[in-house]
C-alpha cells in the first residue's frame, strides 16, 4: 500500500518569507512523488515531481522538494512567498501504474 | 492545445436521479483516470481506463461506472445519486509514458439536492 501524511493543515506565512510544507509518505517500492496546488475553483497543477532521478527537484514558480529515503519526506519549499502563492497545496504518490493517492492537503495564506 | 476538458463545469441533480461527465483528454494521451474531490478533502480515485477498458478501480460502488470510447474521451456515470456524491469530480489523463505526466481537467462540481 501507499499513502502520504501532509504534516500540517494549515500553513500561514508573510510575504517575501519563507515557505515549507511537510510530506511524509510511505511506499512497499520506490515510489513517485508530486506536488499539485490547486487555486480557489481551479484544477489542479503539477508544480515539481520526482521519479528517482536528482533528489532535489526544481519545479515551477520557484518551488523545490527534496527526497529523502532515510526520512520517507518530501517536503516542498519556497525561498520568499507571493501572494498569488495562497492555494491549496497537495503531496501525491504514485506508483508505476497510473492511480496517484492524494494527502489530505495543505492551506496557505500569504499575509501581506 | 486545449489540454484536458470536462464537462459541465457544474451541475444540480436531486437525490436518486443520473449523472453523465465528460472528459476529453490532451492530446497524444491515451489514459484517462476519475477522481472524486469533497470539500476540504484531497481526491480520491475512482478508477481508470485504458484502451477502452477499466484497468483498475478505487473504493467507490457500483452506482459509479464509466466508458472510454477509441478516441480515448471517457465518461463518468453516476447512478441512484446521494447527498453524499456532491462534490468536485476531476478528469485527469496520461500519455503512455505513465502518471509522471498526469493532467487535470477544471473538474465538473456536482451539488445533489
Known amino acids: 500500500a501507499q499513502s502520504v501524511t501532509q504534516l500540517d493543515s494549515h500553513v500561514s506565512v508573510s510575504e517575501g518569507t519563507p515557505v515549507l510544507l511537510r510530506c511524509n509518505y510511505s511506499?512497499?517500492?520506490?515510489?513517485?512523488l508530486f506536488w499539485y496546488v490547486q487555486h480557489p475553483n481551479k484544477g489542479l497543477q503539477l508544480l515539481l515531481k520526482y521519479t528517482s532521478a536528482a533528489t532535489l527537484v526544481k519545479g515551477i514558480n520557484g518551488f523545490e522538494a527534496e527526497f529523502k529515503k532515510s526520512e520517507t519526506s518530501f517536503h516542498l519549499t519556497k525561498p520568499s512567498a507571493h501572494m498569488s502563492d495562497a492555494a491549496e497545496y497537495f503531496c501525491?504518490?504514485?506508483?508505476?501504474?497510473?492511480?496517484?493517492?492524494f494527502g489530505a492537503g495543505t492551506t496557505v495564506t500569504v499575509r501581506a | 492545445d486545449a489540454g484536458v476538458t470536462q464537462s459541465p463545469t457544474h451541475l444540480i441533480k436531486t437525490r436518486g436521479q443520473q449523472v453523465t461527465l465528460r472528459c476529453s483528454p490532451k492530446s497524444g494521451h491515451d489514459t484517462v483516470s476519475w477522481y472524486q474531490q469533497a470539500l476540504g478533502q484531497g481526491p480520491q480515485f475512482i478508477f481508470q481506463?485504458?484502451?477502452?477498458?477499466?484497468?483498475q478501480r478505487g473504493n467507490f460502488p457500483d452506482r459509479f461506472s464509466g466508458h472510454q470510447f477509441p478516441n480515448y474521451s471517457s465518461e463518468l456515470n453516476v447512478n441512484a445519486l446521494l447527498l453524499g456524491d456532491s462534490a468536485l469530480y476531476l478528469c485527469a489523463s496520461s500519455p503512455p509514458t505513465g502518471a509522471a505526466e498526469a493532467f487535470f481537467g477544471q473538474g465538473t462540481r456536482l451539488t445533489v439536492v
Open positions: 501525491v504518490v504514485s506508483r508505476s501504474d497510473y492511480k496517484l493517492s
Open positions: 481506463y485504458y484502451e477502452e477498458e477499466e484497468r
Open positions: 511506499s512497499s517500492y520506490s515510489p513517485s
